[in-house]
């Protein structure tokens, strides 16, 4: 099933938009918010950060959190998240190109560590 970009990290994660999927590369929730309010604190499941916020702290770090902060899959991040983190970064700076299946493969190795 081909995926829909995350608002947030760009990336094919989605089932949906608007359908409050979580992205497992960036943690953002897709409430439904988009560049025409990206910069609007909603408050609902992204709690204090707006869009905007959220993609820049994904481009510094790899996540919708700031720095030092989130759920502990960011915090103390698996090998099978620094590896899919490594895949995303590559593929952000254009240095390889969007692998849906290989992404996919990435995030269901990360699923696994983390339970």
């Known amino acids: 099933m081909a995926r829909l970009p995350c608002p947030c990290c760009q990336l094919p994660t989605l089932t949906e938009r608007g359908g409050y999927d979580i992205c497992p590369v960036c943690w953002w ?13 909603r408050g609902g499941p992204n709690g204090p950060y707006s869009l905007t916020r959220a993609r820049a702290n994904t481009r510094d770090h790899g996540d919708m959190y700031a720095p030092g902060t989130g759920i502990d899959a960011v915090r103390t991040p698996t090998a099978e998240r620094l590896a899919l983190l490594d895949l995303a970064r590559q593929m952000w700076s254009g240095k390889l190109p969007i692998d849906e299946t290989r992404l996919q493969s990435l995030i269901a190795a990360q699923r696994t560590s983390l339970t």
């Open 29 to 41: 929730e897709d409430d439904g918010q988009d560049d025409t309010d990206a910069d609007l604190v």
